[in-house]
């Protein structure tokens, strides 16, 4: 029995999941979980990536503590943050999180270079503050990135590091807009107009490729070797090629970001996806014609601040119950990262909540809208007609907020309570393994 391990780490949680084939389908089973989330450094928000790496190697023996000697293993992650190594390949700083600020004076400034109209013409990649190109920018104007000599995104930053090998995997690498939307590759242009160096830019390796064996000191640290092979390390990617589809339907990848999309054949940087700012991300054969919307982030920060010991079937039972029917533009940028959620939805609304049922009903009716609004945008740009919509991640658990989609939306939810990104990432381990067999 050829056993094969997806490591799927969000931004809130990680788990180590092991996948086989078994009657013709595949079983998984988890063998190692643990908590994620930024940390405030000096005023930045980063991630702990020596902690990261600690829990990757936890869950690696982990499996063999459970039995299971994987012959392979792949990491996905969430997508646009990386790390800069200098010419002794050692992390220069701390690796930024999507959500810290820096980048605020950094967009105006590459928009000036190059402006967003020109951009998402190249790259298809919707604008969103924390892109990598802005990221990157923000670098060169502090000076960092003047030292380092490489870069990887986050998933090919472990690879290296279990491995010894760098990699930089297509499917993240379109999360930056720096990749051209034609070609598949860097576009050298907006790299040379930006000023970036050139040399942290290399062949873009597709899923399936093989990254290397585990170092010779891990695979005695953890018990086994293992080849480390890329599937698509975009979490978002491997979800899509996890979901059971029995037709091209919209999707949502539910966590921390709703992630709402549907594949297309080509990408489409026409001025009506411009204006409704959806992406063209690289998946496996296709594009994911997708809007990155506020998830569940909103839901979890309004229970941390009113109700942290309560349990979600608790919450959801009292959002059922309240009549309040007033929803916010969760995807104003208010909400990215507040002091107060419950302020922000108070500040937002002409009626304030009185309960924590009116808050967390008022948190679902605004995520189904935000819902509604992305899929009337792709029924507009796409011309496809659809009577289905596939949930997975955390956020297809909530059969209320599942039913308040069907209503607001008028669509059949198949809510999809699975591990999608480990399942995607798993099949694409299976599928490499079969061709070489």
Aim: hydrophobic share 35%.
């Amino acid at each position: 029995m050829n056993y094969y391990l997806a490591i799927d780490i969000g931004a809130s949680s990680g788990r180590h999941i092991i996948g086989w084939e078994e009657n013709g389908g595949i079983k998984t089973e988890e063998v190692y979980r643990f908590k994620n989330g930024v940390e405030n450094k000096d005023g930045n928000l980063v991630w702990n990536v020596k902690r990261l790496y600690k829990e990757v190697i936890n869950g690696l023996k982990a499996a063999k503590e459970k039995g299971y000697i994987p012959v392979s293993i792949g990491i996905d992650t969430w997508a646009v943050d990386y790390a800069l190594l200098d010419k002794d390949d050692r992390l220069i700083g701390e690796m930024f999180a999507y959500r810290d600020v820096r980048t605020e004076t950094a967009i105006d400034s590459v928009h000036r270079i190059i402006c967003f109209k020109e951009l998402y013409k190249r790259t298809g990649i919707q604008f969103q503050p924390f892109n990598t190109i802005y990221q990157q920018y923000a670098d060169k104007i502090s000076g960092k990135i003047e030292k380092a000599e490489s870069m990887l995104m986050l998933p090919d930053y472990i690879n290296f590091l279990l491995t010894g090998v760098k990699k930089q995997e297509y499917t993240n690498a379109t999360s930056t807009g720096l990749v051209n939307a034609q070609t598949q590759s860097w576009d050298t242009e907006i790299i040379e107009k930006l000023g970036l160096p050139e040399k942290l830019f290399g062949e873009l390796s597709q899923p399936g490729t093989v990254v290397g064996e585990l170092k010779q000191e891990i695979a005695e640290e953890v018990g086994y070797n293992a080849e480390v092979v890329l599937p698509a390390t975009h979490d978002t990617a491997s979800a899509v090629e996890g979901i059971p589809m029995e037709e091209n339907s919209p999707y949502i990848s539910s966590g921390t970001w709703s992630l709402l999309g549907v594949k297309v054949p080509l990408a489409l940087t026409d001025e009506n996806s411009r204006k409704a700012n959806y992406s063209n991300e690289g998946g496996i054969g296709y594009y994911r014609y997708q809007k990155n919307i506020m998830g569940m982030w909103v839901v979890n920060r309004l229970r941390d601040e009113l109700c942290p010991d309560k349990p979600f079937p608790e919450i959801v039972k009292e959002a059922e119950e309240s009549i309040f029917n007033e929803y916010a533009d969760v995807n104003d940028g208010a909400f990215l990262a507040p002091e107060s959620m419950k302020t922000t939805f108070d500040n937002a609304l002409k009626t304030t909540p009185q309960s924590v049922g009116d808050y967390f009903r008022c948190a679902y009716l605004s995520l189904a809208q935000s819902y509604k609004t992305a899929l009337d945008e792709l029924k507009a740009n796409t011309g496809m007609k659809f009577n289905n919509l596939y949930i997975v991640g955390g956020g297809a658990k909530n059969w209320f907020l599942n039913r308040l989609t069907e209503e607001i939306c008028k669509v059949k939810v198949i809510a999809l309570p699975i591990e999608a990104s480990a399942l995607g990432n798993i099949k694409q381990q299976i599928l490499r393994g079969k061709k070489y067999v």
